[in-house]
């Protein structure tokens, strides 16, 4: 057991090694591998008078996770859909979902695609990094290889993870998106470590 152990160990670092990250790629910041803290930084795609972000938690004051600015006037009342982006679990506070208003008519973004369309072009890391979750990618701050990014003009690149499977294995991605498009294209670095407990990131 100790021999395999070893082994296992030996190899993690062999892998760590061959991982190289560009001088060029900063770190991202670690605030911004949580959900949560990306929406804020959303710039919708087309013109909403007021959008927000919410989960299917019965507690109407725990669902709000993010809201923008609304005319004092107006009030958004709409049944919760039955599916969302970023599905964790079935039940209570499970998946999260957009609801916003346009020409003084209700519409909603409920799926990995809508979220997507919902962004739009990609204006900043944040929406870089919301966008690549809807793929299956995360961040991983405490690798460079799972947590480094650097943008131009035309695309934000960004080293990223996926978690996959029971023991959870962990594997660096080089993550390509065209900012005008949103489109996505991935290169996979190698498998970086194993989860026993399967949590993933």
């Not at 969302?84 to 990995?112: D, M, R």
């Not at 997507?116 to 690798?143: C, H, M, Q």
């Not at 660096?172 to 407990?197: C, H, M, P, Q």
Request: proline share 4%.
């Amino acid at each position: 057991m100790k021999v395999i152990i070893a082994f296992s160990l030996i190899l993690s670092n062999l892998l760590y090694s061959q991982i190289k990250v560009p001088d060029d790629y900063k770190k991202i910041p670690d605030i911004l591998d949580t959900a949560e803290y990306l929406y804020p930084f959303i710039v919708p795609d087309k013109d909403y008078a007021y959008w927000r972000v919410l989960s299917n938690d019965m507690d109407y004051e725990k669902a709000v996770i993010y809201e923008s600015q609304a005319p004092d006037f107006m009030t958004i009342n709409e049944p919760v859909p039955e599916r969302g982006f970023f599905q964790k679990c079935i039940g209570n506070n499970c998946f999260s979902y957009i609801l916003a208003c346009k020409n003084e008519k209700s519409v909603y973004f409920s799926s990995e695609q809508q979220l997507r369309d919902f962004i739009g072009t990609v204006d900043n890391l944040p929406e870089a990094i919301l966008l690549a979750k809807t793929y299956g990618y995360s961040v991983d701050t405490s690798n460079r290889f799972t947590g480094a990014y650097k943008i131009d003009n035309h695309h934000v690149s960004m080293y990223l993870m996926q978690s996959k499977g029971c023991p959870s294995v962990k594997e660096s991605f080089l993550v390509r998106i065209n900012r005008r498009t949103g489109k996505l294209e991935a290169k996979r670095n190698g498998v970086y470590a194993k989860d026993e407990n399967c949590t993933s990131l």
